[in-house]
């Protein structure tokens, strides 16, 4: 009995090695390509998703990817994510997704249910409640005067960034981009401000909550309102003022949760959108995609499978 399923298990692991050598060289085609139009002059084409990196980092950046499409679209919760659709879009066999889909569930990004597949997450107002306390918690009891002390620098970058990112949104007509601007600040000051356990716990949130805050914010509030703020807080943390800083944080985290939850009705409206999309589709869509332009953002794998609006 042992002798078939010993032959079972070399098969197996012989197809799993054919898929990787297959990945491995339609990914140096890829990037050969790339290099040669890149050598003469001419833009690459479109259809060549990645670049040499990934030749080293393959899984990195599926993950990568497949974190991106899970957090900065609205998905439908009520059917499972395409893996195959994904997979094609990368240019990469299913393994590599699968994992990465896996990494994900781990992450609290999306559910993983058994013989069922992967499903996206859809917030209600109290996980919304949740998240704000949860952070704003965080936030105050991850600052540590030792750890601030020893990044002074970096710091003081970062309010300088945050108050160039003011006096921009401030004076500019245009602020297409003033979600992504904010959004890069937070990163950036959670990052710079707080040692790896709450650091990790902090971006754990953002990107849980990143395409429900994209669907409720505006463009104005995000420039007139909460840059400000933020700009505040890191000259505070920077000047080594724990006590007004927190005080910064409760402004900031009252200030999003009331946004939150009177513009809660959005994210539902987007949610029911995507489940009605999804099954008008037979299940060819995976929901409603946010076409946002993210600059220095996501730098790569920032194509979506599928886009439709």
């Not at 710079?192 to 509030?221: G, K, M, N």
């Not at 099954?279 to 996501?298: C, D, Q």
Request: aromatic letters at 8%; hydrophobic letters at 45%; one cysteine or more.
């Amino acid at each position: 009995m042992r002798g078939p399923i010993l032959l079972v298990e070399i098969a197996f692991g012989a197809y799993c090695r054919y898929l990787q050598l297959r990945d491995r060289a339609r990914l140096g085609n890829h990037y050969r390509s790339a290099m040669r139009q890149t050598s003469n002059g001419e833009v690459p084409s479109r259809n060549l998703h990645w670049e040499a990196p990934l030749v080293s980092h393959r899984q990195s950046l599926t993950f990568q990817y497949i974190k991106n499409y899970v957090t900065h679209n609205v998905l439908s919760d009520r059917a499972p994510i395409n893996v195959q659709a994904l997979a094609n879009a990368i240019g990469v066999s299913h393994i590599p997704v699968r994992e990465a889909l896996f990494r994900a569930s781990h992450e609290g990004l999306i559910r993983h249910r058994a013989e069922k597949g992967f499903f996206a997450k859809s917030l209600s107002q109290t996980d919304i409640v949740q998240a704000c306390s949860i952070s704003r918690a965080i936030a105050v009891v991850g600052l540590d005067e030792v750890f601030l002390h020893g990044h002074q620098e970096a710091i003081v970058a970062v309010g300088l960034s945050a108050e160039r990112c003011r006096r921009a949104l401030c004076e500019s007509a245009n602020a297409d981009h003033a979600f992504w601007w904010i959004e890069a600040i937070i990163r950036r000051l959670a990052r710079t401000c707080y040692p790896r356990q709450p650091r990790w716990h902090l971006l754990r949130i953002f990107d849980q909550t990143l395409a429900f805050r994209r669907v409720v914010s505006h463009e104005s509030q995000a420039a007139f309102e909460l840059a400000p703020m933020l700009a505040q807080l890191t000259e505070q943390i920077a000047a080594k003022r724990l006590d007004l800083a927190v005080g910064s944080i409760d402004a900031i985290i009252a200030h999003e949760m009331n946004r939150f939850t009177v513009h809660y009705q959005r994210y539902a409206e987007a949610v029911m959108r995507a489940r009605r999309l999804q099954n008008s589709s037979a299940g060819t869509m995976e929901g409603v995609l946010l076409n946002i332009a993210r600059p220095a953002l996501v730098k790569r794998g920032n194509r979506n499978p599928q886009q439709h609006h």
